[in-house]
């Protein structure tokens, strides 16, 4: 039946936490890693190509914060690139996913070089980038909703990996607990924004495809992942057993 009113806040709000059901929780990639069953380079895979992802969160809510004209508003999401990045003096999340990196046995120089990340990552990643430099404020910010989803990823992988990969540094883990609370806060603040701005019937169902769209970015990374490291064909497998794919940041 063709929705005719908004939707009242409390509905609409969980029509977003229903869109959870399609979470990269649910990918086999990670059910695997959650039940202990992916190997050493399955999770090395994982962490190279994800940090490709977290050194663009901090482009993507700069871009956001560019396109808001508001100063309340920039005020409290510029602690998202500070969460990060890091500032006075303390140590980001960059910094605590480089440390995951050697804590599963990478150089940190390999994944600053970026020479991991699958194409596919890439390309879904950048595309979530070039949406929030694109999009207006709002729908950018809200785009960041599947944060609604991730503090239960976070606490399932301090509850289950230590247990199933004892090879892992203990230290490689502080990235995972600081976001619990950062998590929590940002959803109360990007859930705020997308109940004031999505008041009509169009907003709403625009914003429900954008953070499915989101939604599909994560689950594309590790489509892309467990063709190259489960199934064994990277990119150009066929002709090559080199990394033949483009290894730098073009956009």
Same mark, same amino acid.
């Given at each position: 039946?063709?929705?005719?009113?908004?939707?009242?806040?409390?509905?609409?709000?969980?029509?977003?936490?229903?869109?959870?059901?399609?979470?990269?929780?649910?990918?086999?990639?990670?059910?695997?890693?959650?039940?202990?069953?992916?190997?050493?380079?399955?999770?090395?895979?994982?962490?190279?190509?994800?940090?490709?992802?977290?050194?663009?969160?901090?482009?993507?809510?700069?871009?956001?914060?560019?396109?808001?004209?508001?100063?309340?508003?920039?005020?409290?999401?510029?602690?998202?690139?500070?969460?990060?990045?890091?500032?006075?003096?303390?140590?980001?999340?960059? &910094?605590?996913?480089? %440390?995951?990196? =050697?804590?599963?046995?990478? $150089?940190?120089?390999? !994944?600053? /070089?970026?020479?991991?990340?699958?194409?596919?990552?890439?390309?879904?990643?950048?595309?979530?980038?070039?949406?929030?430099?694109?999009?207006?404020?709002?729908?950018?910010?809200?785009?960041?909703?599947?944060?609604?989803?991730?503090?239960?990823?976070?606490?399932?992988?301090?509850?289950?990996?230590?247990?199933?990969?004892?090879?892992?540094?203990?230290?490689?883990?502080?990235?995972?607990?600081?976001?619990?609370?950062?998590?929590?806060?940002?959803?109360?603040?990007?859930?705020?924004?997308?109940?004031?701005?999505?008041?009509?019937? &169009?907003?709403?169902? %625009?914003?429900? =495809?954008?953070?499915?769209? $989101?939604?599909?970015? !994560?689950? /594309?990374?590790?489509?892309?992942?467990?063709?190259?490291?489960?199934?064994?064909?990277?990119?150009?497998?066929?002709?090559?057993?080199?990394?033949?794919?483009?290894?730098?940041?073009?956009?």
């Amino acid at each position: 039946m063709t929705q005719t009113q908004p939707l009242s806040p409390r509905a609409f709000e969980q029509a977003l936490r229903d869109k959870g059901a399609y979470y990269h929780i649910h990918h086999p990639y990670h059910i695997a890693m959650h039940n202990g069953q992916a190997t050493r380079e399955q999770i090395q895979g994982w962490v190279a190509n994800r940090f490709y992802y977290q050194t663009s969160i901090p482009l993507k809510d700069a871009a956001i914060m560019a396109n808001c004209p508001h100063p309340d508003v920039r005020r409290k999401w510029v602690q998202r690139i500070l969460d990060h990045d890091g500032h006075g003096g303390g140590d980001g999340g960059i &910094e605590a996913w480089l %440390r995951l990196g =050697e804590a599963v046995g990478l $150089k940190r120089e390999a !994944l600053l /070089s970026d020479d991991m990340v699958l194409p596919g990552v890439r390309f879904a990643v950048d595309a979530y980038v070039n949406f929030a430099r694109r999009a207006n404020w709002q729908e950018a910010a809200c785009s960041s909703l599947t944060e609604l989803f991730a503090p239960q990823i976070h606490q399932a992988r301090l509850d289950t990996w230590p247990g199933h990969y004892q090879w892992i540094e203990a230290e490689g883990y502080d990235y995972f607990r600081s976001r619990l609370s950062q998590a929590n806060r940002d959803v109360e603040h990007g859930l705020q924004l997308a109940l004031e701005y999505c008041d009509s019937v &169009e907003k709403q169902q %625009r914003m429900l =495809e954008i953070l499915q769209f $989101k939604l599909d970015i !994560l689950w /594309s990374m590790l489509d892309a992942m467990s063709m190259a490291y489960e199934l064994k064909r990277p990119p150009y497998h066929t002709v090559t057993t080199g990394s033949a794919w483009h290894k730098t940041r073009l956009v």
